[in-house]
């Protein structure tokens, strides 16, 4: 399976916060994650490969139509998602624009959500969200 991009706003005067829901009703860029997937815990095991997120962050930029820096990689966020022998790397991302990209989100069929609009998610997506945000929180 191909690393994953969970991308927030975290708005600088409010605080509030938004995840990119993107076009397949997610929030995993840029496909769904198979249905048995599960959140290792970490430590469990060390992954053979190991992506470099730089690399996952251009990726987005790229399918998002966005300039080279628009994403800001979330520092210490890292969580292996497994499903039967497949493993992939989650990442998280925050937007460094000073309000959400809106216009370019729905250009590409994708919107900003609350945590409180997340409830029809996936399982392993809600629990990748909860460790998101608790990582955002501090």
Do not use: N
């Amino acid at each position: 399976m191909a690393p994953r991009l969970i991308m927030y706003h975290k708005q600088s005067t409010s605080a509030r916060t938004r995840f990119l829901r993107l076009p397949y009703g997610g929030v995993c860029g840029f496909a769904a994650l198979p249905d048995e997937s599960v959140v290792e815990e970490s430590g469990a095991t060390s992954p053979k490969v190991v992506t470099h997120p730089a690399r996952v962050l251009r990726d987005a930029e790229v399918r998002l139509g966005l300039p080279s820096g628009s994403f800001e990689m979330e520092p210490g966020f890292r969580c292996e998602v497994v499903a039967g022998d497949e493993r992939t790397q989650v990442f998280l991302a925050r937007f460094t624009s000073i309000d959400p990209p809106f216009e370019t989100a729905q250009a590409h069929g994708s919107s900003f959500i609350d945590l409180t609009q997340a409830r029809t998610l996936a399982p392993v997506e809600l629990d990748l969200l909860r460790r998101s945000y608790e990582r955002i929180l501090g």
